[in-house]
């Protein structure tokens, strides 16, 4: 794979279209100031062959100043010589596709096909080789990054000696059957379990010294119970003394209060406020009587003030409905005379005109009206003017005066018989002609005009010369004339409908006395209305007085019969005399109001029918003051008593709680279980790890085996032609370091004993090996070598261009620099370089 153009349309610092053209076959150099966009474009190289790295383009480093989208492209030969182009868009999505000619192949953000058996990261860390990789070497023994060359391809410094070593390490922690000790993880859980089986027994023999503890515990526990059953017992007994004491004494007063009262069962079928009630209907029955006066005084004031309504008032209320009729109807009346003389007006107008009209027609006919037929005058007209075209423009015309003057030049010309009988002939044709051309003339269109205009009493001379003109003028009086009658008949219609409408208008306006319009009569109705509404309000209030008065009247009656029910029932309690009766209701309202004082108490505090049945089944002798001191005496025992064991009790808890620290039996058995679990779990892992060491340790020497003597004998070819022959091969001794042989067959270590320059020249081999150990038999990729020869020396330069240009011939190499005077180097050592300024 060679590419042959590259193109960043929106891509980084390039946000306008940048164009890089590459050679095919030979080394190709990009050169460029510092910032001027060398890393992008490696940057964009790679995106290019694997697709975009970040397909969010917000997260891309990347992404242009417009913040828009990325946008690059590139044309490359294929291993078949096919010139084909990549196209690859990242905006809100990843666009990406392969023209082939015509044929267009969406890949999305795949790599191209070429290069499906690459990783990007492997293309990232084998095939661009940096002045930083070189430098890193500086400070590294070869034999620390000969693992990540050979066996990882670069991807990582993660190798698999450095796996087995971690793996040696995590089995060792965990048991070490060498180890004096005891610090690997399973001695520890050993240790931990037995710890724990021994608090286990000692656990044990505590909690049988608490159990008999526990037992001493329950019988005060059980004693307290008994002592508290004991107390609610004494306390519910005082209780009841207690509830019964106060209602029993309650009820001895109020049966002593009506003791005292001579027949009490009469008065207690009295309301407590008779007396109230007495003065209150008293009062009542006289403020309803003088209400009831006002209020007759009022009714009458208001009949008064109700008005009587007119005849017309009567009658116009009857059209009050229909009151926008008669204004429409009064309306039609003015507007019918309206139209009336408008009509007269505009034929007054007309008639002038058509006078003013045949003043310039007619003879002396200006005061009447002329009739006739237009229509006949217009034919008549048009057919003269076209009789006397035919005359001045017909062929036969022509063809008569020709013969005439034909024949007027024989006669005159020959003088002789036969010329003098044609003039006399040519003479007869001409009489013969005029007199027949007379005759036709008579009974002309243009002569039938004239006849037709003098009946009408057309001037003579327009007659005889009637023109266009006069034609218009009669048209137009014909017109005003037609205009006329139409007005005529119309004014009939309208004195007809006036006709019509003054007799409705008559009519209505017959049933009043003294209204004789539509004015008068909105005035004499706006006032009987107004007098009826306020006869209807006073109606009203006169029924609603009555109303009033009725509710008056029926409300004294029964406060009347009320008051004399009252007044006979205090009579009856004084015998006859109401001043008695009036006085022992006073002195029984007295005693009643001190039972309702005591019989309130009993119930508020008391359900009175629960209290009665509780009472008679009850020994009314344990209720009194004395018992219930006993009671309160034998609570007071029980108290003490009972607070004296449950000190006993918390004791003994405290001393049990004191005892039973730490974890319950059930949390020993749980950790000792969990820590057993532990136990087989880090076995098994001492288990595998042992096996994958020994998988990975045996899988390490196989890839040994297979990969590194092709790659060290590539590497040892590369390398003998950068150093010109001083060193003829690579080797990888059983101690896994890394030795050199020289020319002269001495064996050297490439960790110690060769300088940095030379270092750099072996690390640029091994990467030159191991690409074309990656990709044999495969789509070559193109090399990039970025400041890979800034801080080397000529004499170590000039024999590794010359491998470069050769590499070139069969795999694209590009070269990046951003220093100016090793484009001189360059181009001395590489004289086919292909050079790209940006």
């Known amino acids: 794979m060679k590419i042959n153009e590259i193109t960043l349309f929106e891509y980084g610092k390039f946000d306008n279209k940048k164009v890089i053209k590459l050679s095919e076959n030979r080394p190709n150099l990009i050169y460029g100031k510092n910032e001027a966009g060398k890393t992008t474009i490696v940057s964009a190289v790679s995106e290019l062959i694997f697709g975009f790295e970040r397909a969010n383009k917000d997260k891309h480093r990347y992404l242009p100043r417009n913040g828009e989208r990325l946008n690059i492209a590139m044309s490359y030969l294929n291993d078949a010589g096919k010139m084909l182009s990549v196209k690859r868009l990242l905006s809100n999505n990843v666009k990406s596709m392969i023209e082939d000619g015509l044929e267009v192949v969406n890949i999305n953000n795949k790599p191209l096909p070429e290069v499906e058996n690459i990783s990007r ?26 693992d990540k060359l050979v066996l990882n391809y670069g991807n990582s410094n993660i190798s698999p000696k450095t796996i087995i070593r971690q793996l040696d390490e995590d089995i060792k922690n965990i048991y070490n059957a060498r180890s004096r000790g005891n610090k690997q993880t399973i001695n520890q859980l050993n240790n931990e379990i037995k710890e724990l089986k021994k608090e286990k027994k000692d656990k ?46 309650l009820i001895n007063k109020i049966e002593n209060l009506k003791a005292n009262v001579e027949n009490h069962e009469h008065y207690e079928r009295l309301d407590k406020d008779v007396l109230e009630q007495y003065q209150s209907v008293k009062k009542s029955v006289l403020s309803y009587q003088e209400s009831l006066n006002e209020k007759e005084s009022k009714l009458s004031l208001k009949e008064n003030k109700l008005e009587n309504l007119f005849y017309d008032e009567k009658t116009a209320l009857s059209y009050q409905n229909r009151l926008d009729d008669i204004e429409k109807l009064e309306q039609q009346v003015n507007k019918v005379k309206d139209d009336i003389e408008k009509t007269d007006e505009y034929i007054e107008m007309k ?30 007209f048009y ?43 040519t003479l007869l044709i001409v009489i013969f002609d005029y007199f027949d051309r007379r005759e036709k003339s008579k009974n002309s269109s243009s002569e039938l005009l004239k006849k037709e205009l003098k009946k009408i009493d057309i001037i003579s001379e327009i007659a005889n010369n009637f023109t266009e003109i006069n034609l218009k003028n009669l048209e137009s009086y014909t017109s005003i004339k037609n205009t006329i009658d139409e007005l005529i008949v119309q004014k009939q219609e309208l004195e007809e409908n006036e006709l019509k409408v003054l007799n409705e208008y008559d009519e209505v306006f017959s049933k009043f006395d003294e209204i004789k319009n539509t004015k008068i009569l909105t005035k004499i109705l706006n006032e009987a209305i ?14 609603q007085e009555k ?11 029964q406060l009347e019969n009320g008051y004399r029910v009252l007044e006979n029932t205090i009579k009856t309690l004084g015998n006859e005399n109401f001043d008695i009766g009036y006085g022992n209701i006073e002195k029984y309202l007295v005693v009643r109001e001190r039972i309702i004082h005591y019989e309130s108490e ?49 004791q003994l808890k405290t001393e049990i709680e004191h005892k039973i620290t730490g974890d319950t039996l059930d949390v020993i058995d749980g950790k000792i279980e969990y820590k057993n679990q532990e136990l087989k779990e880090y076995a098994n892992k001492y288990d595998i790890l042992s096996i994958l060491k020994e998988v990975i340790t045996r899988a390490d020497e196989k890839y040994r085996e297979k990969n590194q003597p092709d790659v060290l004998k590539l590497t040892g070819n590369y390398f003998s032609e950068m150093t010109n022959g001083r060193y003829t091969h690579v080797l990888i001794e059983e101690d896994e370091k890394m030795y050199l042989k020289d020319r002269n067959g001495e064996i050297i270590s490439a960790d110690s004993e060769i300088s940095a320059g030379t270092k750099n020249q072996l690390y640029l081999s091994f990467r030159l090996a191991l690409i074309k150990y990656l990709d044999q038999e495969k ?33 694209q190499v590009i070269i990046f620099t951003c220093k100016e005077h090793n484009i001189k180097y360059l181009e001395n050592y590489l004289p086919d370089l292909e050079k790209i300024i940006i």
């Open 121 to 146: 990261n492997i293309y990232n860390n084998v095939y661009k080789i940096s002045s930083e990789q070189l430098k890193e070497i500086e400070t590294k023994s070869f034999s620390e990054l000969q």
């Open 204 to 249: 044990i023999n505590l909690y049988n010294e608490v159990r008999v503890m526990s037992e001493d515990i329950q019988k005060l526990e059980k004693e307290l119970i008994e002592i508290d059953q004991e107390i609610i017992e004494k306390v519910n007994l005082k209780n009841q003394i207690n509830r019964y004491l106060k209602p029993i004494e």
């Open 351 to 380: 008639g002038k005109k058509l006078i003013n009209e045949s003043g310039y027609l007619f003879k002396e006919n200006i005061n009447k009206v002329v009739f006739f037929d237009f229509q006949m005058i217009q034919t008549l």
């Open 383 to 425: 057919k003269s003017k076209e009789e006397e075209r035919n005359k001045s423009r017909g062929p036969l015309v022509i063809i008569k005066t020709l013969i005439v003057l034909g024949l007027l030049s024989v006669g005159i010309f020959t003088q002789n018989i036969f010329g003098t009988a044609v003039l006399a002939i």
């Open 530 to 543: 107004t007098k009826t509404r306020l006869n209807s309000e006073l109606m009203n209030d006169i029924a």
């Open 547 to 557: 109303k009033e008065i009725d509710e008056l009247k029926i409300k004294l009656s």
């Open 602 to 650: 009993l119930a508020e505090n008391f359900n009175m029918n629960q209290l009665r049945d509780e009472i008679e089944g009850l020994d009314q002798s344990m209720i009194n003051e004395d018992y219930l001191n006993v009671i309160e005496i034998d609570i007071e025992s029980l108290q003490i008593m009972k607070t004296e064991k449950a000190k006993r009790s918390i």
């Open 779 to 811: 789509t070559k990729l193109p090399i990039i070598l970025d400041e890979a020869f800034s801080n080397w020396d000529l004499e170590r330069l000039q024999p590794t261009l010359k491998l470069i240009s050769s590499i070139s011939k069969e795999r």
